[in-house]
């Protein structure tokens, strides 16, 4: 594995953001992002179970069937951190990553699940009464680092399972993260990934649209595809009055042929 450029609050940095690219990415603002990605995947009782939970659902299936498995699991564009805290409370032996882009988002994941502090939570602007609090957890098993999808700093054929969702269409070069994914799984390694597939270039939808030069694509680089699914339907909250933006996914699973 590379060694991190430089450390910030106890993260590595494998990637230096410039202070355009800090300014530039909405994920770096507090208040607007942090707080409103924490609220959808870390406040469970407000919204009477968890909005993402589709992911879930879709990807459990494929994830390592022995629950003391010492596997590397790794997580791309992980936010605060639910999906992978999730598998390294499930799989206390594994060593689990997540990488994201934005350190505003990785300091919440390690203050959350790292560091098991308390985290408190405005809601009032989206119409509760009142703040809510939940507890983080103190996992061992579980590192965080700020790196880009498509330079990732982990070796080739290292990671037994790669996860992803709602990244590829943000990533600025789908199929190099593609690629990277690719070259950091071991021989038969899975891929599982989930997108909108809300593309933000017109090039990415000539490239990637319809799904299946997606497919193509993901063949091309040396993947066999195990699963996939067009409807997964991920409706993500906005307020306490039940308003909701959904998201309609496509989900793989790919594996690495040895």
């Known amino acids: 594995m590379k060694p991190p450029i430089l450390h910030r609050r106890g993260i590595p940095f494998f990637y230096e953001k410039t202070k355009a690219e800090y300014h530039k990415d909405p994920y770096e603002r507090y208040d607007e992002m942090v707080v409103k990605q924490s609220v959808i995947h870390l406040a469970d009782t407000v919204w009477k179970g968890y909005p993402m939970q589709a992911i879930f659902d879709f990807a459990e299936n494929h994830y390592p069937t022995d629950s003391k498995s010492k596997n590397n699991i790794l997580e791309l564009g992980c936010g605060v951190g639910r999906w992978i805290g999730t598998l390294a409370q499930g799989y206390p032996n594994a060593n689990c990553w997540g990488i994201d882009y934005s350190y505003q988002m990785l300091r919440r994941a390690s203050e959350f699940w790292m560091e098991g502090r ?18 983080g957890h103190q996992l061992k098993n579980l ?34 993260g593609l690629q990277e994914m690719h070259r950091v799984l071991k021989p038969n390694g899975k891929l599982v990934l989930v997108t909108p597939l809300n593309f933000h270039k017109a090039s990415h939808w000539q490239t990637y649209y319809p799904p299946i030069k997606l497919s193509l694509i993901l063949t091309q680089i040396g993947f066999s595809i195990l699963d996939w699914q067009e409807e997964i339907i991920i409706k993500e909250p906005m307020d306490f009055h039940g308003n909701a933006v959904t998201w309609r996914c496509i989900g793989f699973v790919a594996i690495k042929m040895g």
């Open 143 to 176: 590192q965080l680092g700020l790196a880009k999808a498509e330079n990732l700093p982990f070796a080739s054929n290292t990671q037994d399972l790669v996860l992803n969702s709602f990244l590829l269409d943000r990533l600025d070069d789908p199929s190099k």
């Open 118 to 135: 308390e985290i408190l939570m405005d809601l009032t602007r989206r119409g509760f009464t009142q703040p809510l609090t939940v507890q």
